[in-house]
């Protein structure tokens, strides 16, 4: 049986993320989204004593608690199995080759009804820099290459919840509409996140002068904003599962209910329908 191939190239990532690192990386979303979860926490009726973050960078996840262990989502999680009552995985999932996998891999990290949270790009994220470059690119060479990461759906990832053993499984989403001067300084701020082309499968061919150019013009054209700006957009999904307790709520047997639907909401007779 073959090996699949692999979508992203690990050693490609942890160059962009280093880079970004070296050049002072721009976290705003990831900001934004710590701040988010840091609120989804107070709302749980739980003090957390032995949390865990899984990123490839340390702030602004660890503002959340100073100090916080964090590991880096490796394909391989360096995680104690049940260890930890929260995992968060932050903003990494969008990249991992096997996220099942990982999902796995923080189920396992954490104790009984330990909670597990992630949040990560959706599908939406970055639509019109994935479309004006296929045109600009097909116009030129009459073909397409991979440039921008082919993220999960919503739909797709509450799925990979319970396929990876959570209880109680949730996914939501938020999309957020950022604007810029031009795509190249999308382009550059996409870079400063540690989020330029990791793609296994990326060319690795110069594209010529007027691939850039002639996609940048398409942009404004195309996804105008006010002052003459243009807009992107970020989808960021949010992820939560339960490690399995008994104590946990659960769904019904199918065939186990005692009363028909029409008798609990109280309308309807007989109607000619028997109970089996």
């Known amino acids: ?20 690192l070296r050049q002072g990386a721009e976290l705003f979303l990831q900001e934004e989204a710590a701040d988010e ?15 865990l973050i899984v990123s490839g960078f340390a702030e602004p996840w660890q503002s959340l608690w100073p100090g916080v262990p964090r590991v880096a989502d490796a394909d391989l999680l360096q995680v104690e199995p049940g260890a930890h009552d929260l995992v968060i995985h932050a903003f990494g999932l969008h990249w991992a080759n096997d996220p099942v996998g990982q999902l796995v891999q923080c189920r396992r990290a954490l104790s009984p009804d330990g909670l597990f949270m992630a949040v990560l790009f959706g599908g939406r994220s970055l639509s019109e820099l994935r479309a004006v470059l296929a045109e600009a690119e097909s116009r030129a060479s009459g073909g397409l290459s991979l440039r921008v990461l082919p993220m999960a759906e919503i739909r797709d990832l509450g799925g990979l919840l319970q396929r990876a053993g959570f209880a109680l499984p949730v996914a939501d989403s ?48 195309t ?9 992107a957009t970020f989808e ?6 339960w490690a399995p307790h008994e104590s946990q709520q659960k769904p019904l047997r199918p065939g186990s209910a005692v009363q028909r639907l029409s008798e609990a909401l109280g309308i309807g007779g007989d109607n000619g329908a028997k109970k089996v």
Do not use: C
């Open 174 to 221: 938020a999309v957020k509409t950022v604007t810029y001067r031009t795509a190249f300084h999308l382009i550059a701020d996409l870079r400063a996140m540690g989020e330029g082309n990791a793609l296994a499968a990326r060319s690795r061919r110069w594209p010529g002068r007027a691939l850039f150019p002639e996609a940048a013009r398409l942009y404004a054209e």
């Open 1 to 20: 049986m073959q090996t699949p191939p692999l979508m992203t190239d690990a050693a490609a990532l942890a160059r962009n993320r280093a880079r970004a």
């Open 236 to 241: 960021m999904i949010f992820l939560t599962g």
């Open 223 to 231: 996804f105008p904003a006010d002052d003459d700006r243009i807009r």
């Open 37 to 51: 979860i840091k609120e989804r926490l107070g709302e749980v009726n739980r003090r957390f004593t032995k949390p």
